[in-house]
């Protein structure tokens, strides 16, 4: 037995012979499934779904018709007794399941999977352990106990019997690479496949947006829609007061060298204060990311304008090597304590979130209800170990795109966008691109201090030299500043409420001394205080 709860401001109904499904699909290559269902005898219409294409391709190859699928789909299959759950290649778009007796449940929403009568929801304190270590969610774990999230690149077939079988349709793989081959084949292989990924994401007849930050990501997503596509490009930028650091000459640049429609969007703190509960209540699970409320904000601007469809750069850190592996090698290259865990535990502390501050932040109950917890390096050491890499860089990317890109990244995009009526698209997270960058030897990737070098190298001549050849600085959020202001008194009556010390998860004298800005030696109080407001938002949200 089994039960599907389906979002219905978001999902749709499918159906292939005698199977049926519920989710959300959208397909990228569909002439190229199309022409192969037909040329194995398949007669679909060319105005057919893309979930009945893409649930066509299950009735006709298994699980393995997935991995032919470029797209974002999260899709839940009655296939006769059994319930089957796919998750698409990257994790674009999130599904859950639960059992509660002798009944599975699923939903691509937590918030509607949490309404069922027979969840006995209660919090998982592994998973707060986990949220304040990396600021999202690194796994299958939420948290709620005993609800998981299907893990990318997965088909799940739960029994009726309450067996549980995993598939995988794809991972990332790396391929030998021959040193011969001259950096310019790769980066024109990787061009090509760049203009593939971007012109398969443009909306047909209608304008485009694209986030764009002015980094070397957003601007050449930018660059390759404006080039490609007949209809207005729009972007925006987002700036936090004049008075504050902003990178808006740089995204300026890129908009007036491709003549784009540009907007900048100004966001104070008590913007953010009054936008932030219902931005975390629109998270399947809580990204502790302080330009959540920027981007919902952002979408929002987007959709006004009439957008249906907004790309963006994210996937460059990820499946390229941004700046922020740096430390993990320079830990590699020194490192005397030669244990896996010893990696593992390395890559927690480059989080530099609250892993190190556990033991004073969370309660004695807490902390004894922990002892006997799995390590949270559970999550990294698997990727950071992987015999599919013999890389160390690729191992990294491998990590990187495996938790973050799968957990933090693409659901927030995803979430927050659809929750404003409009549909991100992630061009750098296209399969394609991420084999392609797997297949590029480590040193084009990553060339003495340059990062993502050879994404630079294949897109040098759509942009300007000044933002080919800039550093990645990432953007710089006030947080420290706003929490001076603001956000002072939202974290106040949040952090030092009955609800939150009723359920007893932290010392309030620790909290005390990071709002009042005392008690590090290094100067995270902000950050800190973000992650503890966004889980406290959000529990409430979820009724936890």
Known sequence: MFAIFPDPQREKVFSAGRLRATGVVTLFNRAELLGMLRRDGVALPD??????????????????????????????????????LVRD????????????????????????????????????????????????????ETLI????????????????????????????????????????????????????????????????????????????????????????VRTYAINFGSDLPNELAYSGLVAAHCGTHHTVLTFDGRSIA???????????????????????LLSRAAARDGLKVILNGEGGDPVFGGPKNVPMLVFELHRNDLAPEARANAYLRSYRKCY??????????????????????????????SPR???????????????????????????????????GRSPLFAPAIIDAAFAVPPQLKLRGLQEKWILKQAVRDLLPLTIVRRPKSGMRVPVQHWLRGPLRDMANDLL????????????????????????????????????LITLELWLRAYDL
């Open 356 to 385: 190190d501050q556990l033991e004073r932040l969370l309660t004695a109950e807490v902390l004894d209800a922990l002892r006997t917890a799995p390590p949270l390096e559970r999550h990294v050491q698997p990727y950071l170990e």
């Open 47 to 84: 105005d057919c779904t893309d979930g009945a294409l893409l649930l066509e391709l299950y009735a006709r190859y298994g699980s393995h018709g997935f991995a032919a699928a470029d797209g974002m789909f999260a899709l839940a299959i009655r296939d006769n007794n059994d319930l089957v």
């Open 496 to 531: 030092f409420g009955s609800r939150t010390r009723a359920r007893g998860l932290f010392r309030e004298a620790t909290v005390r001394d990071w709002i009042n800005g005392k008690g590090l030696i290094w100067k995270r109080h902000g950050q800190y205080i973000w992650l």
């Open 145 to 232: 106990e005993d609800v998981y999230e299907v893990l990318p690149g997965r088909c799940l077939r739960l029994s009726s019997n309450g067996a549980c079988y995993e598939e995988v349709f794809w991972e990332p793989r790396e391929e030998s690479w021959d040193e011969t081959i001259p950096a310019e084949v790769y980066a024109q292989r990787l061009r090509s496949l760049l203009e593939q990924a971007v012109n398969a994401r443009l909306p047909v007849d209608q304008d485009v947006g694209v986030f764009l930050s002015g980094g070397i990501d957003s601007s050449l997503v930018t660059a390759l829609a404006a080039r490609m596509h007949h209809r207005t």
């Open 89 to 140: 290649h990257v994790g674009t778009r999130t599904l859950f399941y639960t059992r509660a007796g002798n009944q599975w449940a699923a939903s691509t929403s937590l918030r509607a999977l949490r309404r069922w009568r027979r969840l006995n929801a209660r919090l998982n304190l592994n998973a707060v352990r986990a949220f304040l270590t990396f600021a999202y969610l690194p796994g299958k």
């Open 389 to 423: 890499m013999s890389s160390f860089l690729n191992r990294l990317l491998y990590t990187n795109l495996r938790t973050k890109g799968a957990h933090h990244i693409l659901p927030k995009v995803e979430r927050l966008t659809s929750g404003s009526g409009i549909e």
């Open 274 to 296: 009054d936008h932030l509960a219902e931005t975390v209540a629109l998270l399947d699970c809580p990204v502790g990311d302080p330009l959540t409320t920027p981007n919902l």
